[in-house]
Every structure is written in C-alpha cells, then in structure tokens.
C-alpha cells in the first residue's frame, strides 16, 4: 500500500494541523453539496436565473475558500520558507497570485 505522499503529483506536501484540516474539508464539503444542488436544478429545468444565483453563491464559497488556503500558506510555507532562506518562495507566490487574478 502507498503512503498519502506518494499519492500526491505536487512537488511539495505540507502537514495542515487538525483545525485547518477540518475547516478546509468542510469549506469544500458545503461546495460540493452546492454544486450538486446546481447540478439538480439544471436536470429538473429550473429557471436559469434562479441556477445563475446558485452558482453565484458556489463562487462565492469557492472564493472563500481560496482566500482562506492562501492566507494559511502564506503564514506557514511561505513565511517559514523565507525564514530557512528560500527566497525562490517569492517568486513562487507571485506566480501564484497572477494565476488567482485571471
């Protein structure tokens, strides 16, 4: 059996604690129900601006979600990167943040 890192494409991996763990897992639990919910809505042909609404309110929690995973990577990973002299974290991050901006 493979270990979770193995598992993982990413270069890097990081250990979130049990609280972040849980908050980010919810977050995305409530997404995935909202988009099941838009999902229904389609296949029971319901009103388009009622659907459009719904999938405002999806971005909305995808955003926020977003917000809350790069705030807590740049506390930890990026703050202890440049902490240890890894200043190529830099880079990284604003690389990052102009793939978030499109």
Not at 79 to 89: F, K, V
């Amino acid at each position: 059996m493979q270990d979770k890192k193995e598992e993982c494409f990413c270069h890097k991996t990081k250990e979130r604690s049990p609280q972040e763990y849980k908050d980010l897992i919810h977050r995305l639990n409530r997404i995935e129900g909202q988009i099941r919910g838009i999902k229904n809505m389609v296949e029971k042909d319901i009103y388009c601006t009622d659907i459009l609404t719904q999938v405002a309110a999806a971005n909305a929690a995808l955003n926020s979600f977003t917000g809350v995973l790069l705030a807590n990577h740049i506390r930890t990973c990026v703050a202890n990167d440049i902490r240890d002299g890894r200043d190529e974290t830099i880079d990284e991050l604003v690389l990052l943040l102009q793939k978030l901006m499109k």
